[in-house]
């Protein structure tokens, strides 16, 4: 089981969903992801790399939206060797 901070946890409007998307941390860098849970001001997704608070990304998970999401990086966790948690802010 993972452990999540208070403020996190309990926020309505949440959709637990498991769905592949692609991480642009810059234009020419992308990194496969899996979704955790999105809501209507952000997401949670699991990624193999770490992602420093603030870092701002672009999402693109298209089963899901026609168009990609701009987001800012809120935190990330360290889940095991290769794998994190990472709770995205929508702009």
């Given at each position: 089981m993972i452990?999540?901070?208070?403020?996190?946890?309990?926020?309505?409007?949440?959709l637990g969903i498991s769905m592949p998307c692609v991480l642009y941390t810059?234009?020419?860098a992308s990194q496969e992801s899996i979704t955790f849970d999105i809501g209507k001001g952000g997401m949670?997704?699991?990624s193999n790399k770490c992602l420093e608070d603030?870092?701002?990304v672009e999402i693109r998970c298209e089963a899901i939206w026609n168009e990609p999401k701009i987001g800012t990086v809120k935190w990330c966790q360290k889940i095991k060797h290769?794998?994190?948690r990472i709770g995205i802010s929508f702009s």
């Open positions: 452990k999540v901070p208070k403020e996190r946890r309990g926020i309505k409007g949440r810059d234009p020419k949670c997704l699991f603030g870092h701002r290769d794998l994190y």
